[in-house]
Nanobody, 127 residues
Framework: QVRLVESGGGSVQEGGSLRLSCAASGSTASSARFYMGWFRQAPGKEREGVALIDSDGNISYADSVKGRFTISKDNAKNTQYLQMNSLKPEDSAMYYC???????????????????WGQGTQVTVSS
């Protein structure tokens, strides 16, 4: 199984930056096919994909965060990061770390692709 623990959330003013981390543990997390991603959910809204990095290092971003957010992964530490710059109030949400084992060439930034989930970390951006 996999355990995902997020950290790094908090409150920041518009235009500021935050860096989220997600540490994965468990035997599955050490697999060469392990991929990770970030999702977010604002109050009253559906959860949406933010970014993912697959087992080959291919990266996808939601259009709303392109150019502002950067996802990265330290395979030796089984940890992924989300550097969030130029934050906007609409980025405020609970951010979730998610993961899976890759069985296809392309991993979609969709919830069904991610069987493992963290508890979430809150990000609040004030104007």
């Amino acid at each position: 199984q996999v355990r995902l623990v997020e950290s790094g959330g908090g409150s920041v003013q518009e235009g500021g930056s935050l860096r989220l981390s997600c540490a994965a543990s468990g035997s599955t997390a050490s697999s060469a096919r392990f991929y990770m991603g970030w999702f977010r959910q604002a109050p009253g809204k559906e959860r949406e994909g933010v970014a993912l990095i697959d087992s080959d290092g291919n990266i996808s971003y939601a259009d709303s965060v392109k150019g502002r957010f950067t996802i990265s992964k330290d395979n030796a530490k089984n940890t992924q990061y989300l550097q969030m710059n130029s934050l906007k109030p609409e980025d405020s949400a609970m951010y979730y770390c998610a993961a899976g084992l890759q069985t296809t060439t392309v991993v979609l930034l969709e919830e069904f692709e991610f069987p493992y989930w963290g508890q979430g970390t809150q990000v609040t951006v004030s104007s």
